[in-house]
């Protein structure tokens, strides 16, 4: 992405932070036994606690809470001793409560630092600032004003399955500087989240929402430009083009000689462009005051160190690893580490054969094709890594060509199993035996007088057809190389 | 009929378990009770007629198939503010005026369990706010010892269906006394464990941090009972306790030797006036008699417990009552807008006195005031927790007045802060969450008093067994026939 809006376009610099919610993948919802699974029937997926009903108590999630200290710790944030709840007070309807049980002061994790790389393959950091922890409210269908919004609106259905699912807030620091980093960064915790198993953020499920506060200063200057926070982006692609817009928008206000106002803009995406939707001035007071009905949450140091230690690699090792011990490129790296299982099978893949990038071809390339076709994922499929291993080793070793790698290949993915055994059941080793392949180029030669006689005319692209000749009358076994040498002998 | 009714729940629970009489037989006797007199004293806002006679059955073919029950066929009221799955539970507002409860909470659970017979649901204070009972917006409940009296609050109607033989059990909810004061009123004990001790899982809440259930009954044996059945861990309720629960009911005492009782210094009697003084004065001397040593202790900061109560409780209620708001249940009044339905719900839904916590709690909230009140009173909090615990270094129990007054008559505290006072004595065990009861120690002007005993958190079964030497030695409850009943038979 090329963007108008990179650092210091146009003597200006965009200052970006992003707040994102995430939904946690938990078996039960934040604070009661309900399943915390998407959709279902409206308000099946309710008990007294997650509809508010009088007398209801919630009691914490554990494996939310978990889930909450691995990411922290992906992030090298520091996972306090001491965290509690706070309740955040305002009236909404589908806020069954009416206050949303968050994280104010004592947040479970505090600081880190997110790394990630933008296309050209430039790594970038961005600091946390915080990941709180937080309920979800129930979702409200306004009906009967046109727009969907409550405003004008003749009754309003509410859902509250969706009330109480535990949720991630992750505030970042203004250290994202473009609509192109902060796509890389939103993707970083996509990614992170993804592998930890914390969330499986996905966006048009609502289970990743992220809110852009944006502004621009003079180029250089140390000074926070006035900022405004962007709303309903339900994409990155959106995210993208709504930081872009909202930064042109500030450039054009500032240009004209006005002053940008704090606010809260909404996206359009149809439009593509930001409004105005609420001003500072009528900024809640919620009026956070610890939870008493949730007791604090002492997080052991034993605790913190066995998550620690069961933490996976983590993309940005990997993406080192891919790029400067294997050699791949940014992109086969970022494809790889975007599909975990597929990465990990390139990982053993490259563990069993010592070469990454022949693993690299195959399973970007024959592998992710047959993969493709057949609907199988290449992990799911009955070549193991081991068994691809062996093929490269063949190939490496030049017992078979990339012909009959090819058609081994596809005879693994059918279930034949090992191709070595196949190799040498079917005696399918490449031959150098330089008196057998002289042998089949002399019965070509003899029987392709045209081509003979085109070859010596000068038509020698011919070569490629009479090397074809002999792979055939060799059944594929014959070394190419060496076919092409023979021929090119004997024709002279 | 008369002996089922005045049995204690001990004495039901024996007789049904041994098959003397039945859960049944008891429950009829106490259904044709209530209905003879509960028109005349309003202890329940719903009476569950159907819901007592079906449990009684239950109860006998648990006992007939062998079942001990340790309140089998015990007749029980249950505060309004406690869910039972399928009664209207009303919190004695009109906002939940016709709610019923889908479920039942734990504590009311427990007492069904060991074999407790929910005869009614019974009047409180809207919301628990009030030591009068007449903050309820859905009846009046009058003192069974004098109808022109208040049972007190904000238990006043499981207080006064209790002194009044409705029940042997009334379930309570006590923040800053609100089951030791109508307790003191009603010539019963009124027991509030340790805060954490009874979960709040179906309770509905007033001030989360203060809440807590606990038994109002016509003797210490039978606070012990019902404490056991309801006490012990509930998952429901991270509040709640992981704790062994110590047996209370076989450790009841009937001397005080070597017990030491602090009387605290702050609290002087004096001002209450002469006759009440002169009573205190008295029950400190008769449990001086029993044996205990009376110590001089003292809580700096005594005075500043309805300060401190009222920023807590009202900051929590303030939330805690949010949730009223016309959406999901409850009353509802329509408005143009989502905002104005919230508004007109809620200003018709709610009484004055909520309605004041509410704007208290709200404001002692608001950015700006948050650290000069709601954090201070926290700070304030830790004190009160921090004298008890060196006043308990010298002393076993703390025992004081359990109100200021003997129960009033009907409209006679019109400003809410002579209605706060009431709770002068109560309030600081609330705030440090320590167990404390009242038990009856005597009559003013024809009416009971209250001693109130207190002690180190988890003590439950000393404070129970030391107000069990009391009673047995003094029976001051038994001097006096509740009126209504000579008006009744």
Same mark, same amino acid.
């Given at each position: ?259 940008? %106002? ?41 605790? %913190? ?188 | ?32 009770? %209530? ?455």
């Amino acid at each position: 992405m090329n963007t108008a809006s990179g650092p210091k376009a146009g003597g200006y610099e965009a200052v970006i932070g992003i707040e994102c919610h995430v939904e946690l993948k938990t078996k039960s919802k934040m604070f009661c036994a309900c399943p915390n699974e998407f959709g279902g029937e409206p308000n099946t997926k309710v008990c007294p606690v997650c509809l508010a009903l009088p007398g209801a108590l919630p009691v914490a999630n554990k494996e939310a809470i978990q889930h909450m200290i691995a990411a922290g710790l992906a992030f090298d944030a520091e996972i306090p001793a001491f965290s509690k709840f706070d309740r955040k007070n305002y009236f909404y309807p589908d806020m069954p409560k009416d206050y949303q049980i968050s994280q104010y002061d004592m947040p479970l994790t505090q600081g880190g630092v997110v790394r990630y790389w933008l296309e050209d393959g430039t790594m970038k950091e961005c600091r946390l600032t915080r990941i709180h922890l937080e309920e979800d409210t129930g979702k409200s269908t306004h009906a009967g004003s046109g727009d969907g919004r409550i405003a004008g609106s003749s009754y309003s259905l509410i859902d509250f399955n969706r009330a109480g699912v535990p949720l991630m807030e992750c505030v970042s620091e203004p250290d994202i500087r473009s609509a192109e980093e902060a796509v890389g960064y939103l993707e970083a915790l996509k990614r992170t989240f993804v592998q930890l198993g914390v969330s499986d953020v996905k966006m048009e499920e609502g289970s990743l929402r992220c809110d852009a506060n944006v502004s621009i200063r003079p180029a250089g200057a140390s000074e926070y430009g006035t900022k405004a926070e962007i709303k309903n982006m339900n994409s990155f692609r959106s995210v993208f083009r709504a930081i872009e817009s909202e930064i042109a928008r500030q450039i054009s206000v500032v240009e004209s000689g006005g002053r940008v %106002v704090q606010e809260t803009r909404g996206w359009d995406e149809v439009q593509g462009t930001t409004h105005t939707m609420r001003s500072k001035e009528q900024a809640h007071d919620y009026r956070y005051f610890p939870d008493p009905d949730l007791v604090p949450i002492e997080v052991d140091r034993a605790t %913190v160190e066995r998550i620690k230690a069961s933490l996976p690699l983590l993309p940005p090792q990997r993406f080192e690893r891919y790029t400067k011990e294997y050699g791949l490129d940014v992109k086969q790296a970022t494809q790889l580490i975007d599909n975990l299982a597929l990465a990990d099978y390139f990982d053993r893949a490259v563990a069993a054969s010592k070469n990454p990038q022949q693993s690299m071809n195959f399973v970007l390339g024959d592998l992710s094709r047959l993969a493709n076709e057949s609907g199988t994922s290449v992990p799911e499929s009955p070549v193991t890594p081991e068994h691809l291993a062996e093929l490269i080793a063949l190939v490496d070793a030049k017992t078979i060509n990339s012909k009959i790698a090819k058609e081994l290949l596809e005879r693994m993915w059918n279930g034949q199993g090992s191709p070595k055994a196949i190799v040498e059941k079917e005696g399918l080793a490449q031959t150098s035996d330089t008196g057998a392949i002289e042998k089949f180029v002399d019965e070509v030669l003899a029987t392709n007088e045209k081509a003979v006689a085109d070859y010596k005319a000068g038509k020698t692209n011919i070569l490629g057809f009479l090397t074809g000749q002999v792979m055939k009358q060799s059944r594929g076994k014959a070394n190419p190389a060496l076919v092409q040498e023979l021929l090119q002998k004997k024709l002279s | 009929m008369s002996d089922f009714i005045r049995m204690s729940a001990a004495e039901v629970a024996r007789g049904v378990n041994g098959a003397a009489f039945s859960a049944s037989d008891v429950t009829d006797a106490v259904l044709a009770h %209530v209905d003879a007199v509960d028109d005349r004293i309003g202890s329940y806002l719903t009476r569950l007629h159907d819901l007592a006679r079906e449990t009684a059955r239950n109860v006998d073919a648990r006992v007939k198939n062998g079942e001990k029950l340790p309140l089998a066929g015990v007749p029980v009221a249950v505060k309004d503010n406690m869910c039972l799955t399928g009664t209207r539970t009303t919190c004695g507002s009109k906002i939940l005026e016709n709610w019923i409860s889908p479920y039942t909470g734990t504590a009311v659970q427990r007492i069904l369990n060991a074999g407790g017979i929910p005869v009614g649901k019974a009047n409180m204070d809207e919301f628990a706010m009030g030591s009068s009972c007449e903050n309820s917006a859905l009846g009046e409940t009058r003192n069974p010892y004098d109808l022109d009296r208040v049972p007190g609050g904000s238990s006043g109607g499981s207080a006064a269906a209790v002194a009044a033989y409705e029940a042997a059990i009334g379930m309570g909810s006590d923040t800053g006394g609100s089951i030791r004061e109508p307790a003191a009123f009603c010539n019963i004990v009124g027991f509030k464990p340790t805060y954490g001790r009874i979960s709040r899982y179906g309770l509905i809440a007033f001030a989360s941090s203060l809440d807590q259930i606990g038994p109002l009954t016509r003797t210490v044996e039978d606070a012990a009972l019902a404490y056991e059945a309801m006490a012990g861990h509930d998952p429901m309720d991270s509040t709640s306790i992981d704790r062994q629960v110590e047996a209370a009911s076989t450790a009841l005492r009937t001397d005080l030797k070597g017990v030491r009782v602090g009387i605290v210094k702050e609290f002087v009697t004096e001002n209450l006036g002469p006759e009440i003084h002169a009573l205190y004065q008295q029950t400190y001397a008769e449990l001086e008699k029993l044996g205990a040593e009376l110590v001089d202790v003292s809580l700096p900061t005594a005075d500043y417990g309805l300060a401190t109560y009222y920023l807590i409780a009202p900051a929590e209620c303030s939330s805690n009552l949010a949730r009223f708001d016309g959406v999901r249940y409850g009353m509802r009044i329509e408005g143009a807008d989502v905002g104005q339905m919230y508004e007109k719900t809620r200003a018709a839904g709610f009484g004055p006195e909520v309605k004041r916590r509410i704007l208290i709690g709200t404001y002692a909230l608001s950015s700006g005031y948050y650290d000069a009140y709601y954090v201070k009173a926290q700070k304030a909090r830790t004190l009160f927790s921090q004298d008890f615990k060196r006043a308990f270094e010298s002393c076993d129990l703390i025992a004081s007045p359990a109100a200021s007054s003997p129960a009033f008559r009907f409209k006679s505290k019109s400003d809410p802060y002579s209605m706060y006072m009431m709770d002068y004595y109560t309030i600081p065990m609330s705030l440090a969450g320590l167990p404390a009861l009242s038990v009856p120690c005597g009559w003013v002007d024809g009416m009971p008093m209250g001693l109130q005993l207190a002690a180190p958190l988890f003590e439950e079964a000393r404070l129970l067994g030391a107000a069990h030497a009391y009673e047995q030695a003094t029976h001051h409850a038994r001097r006096h026939e509740p009126k209504m009943l000579e008006v009744a038979s």
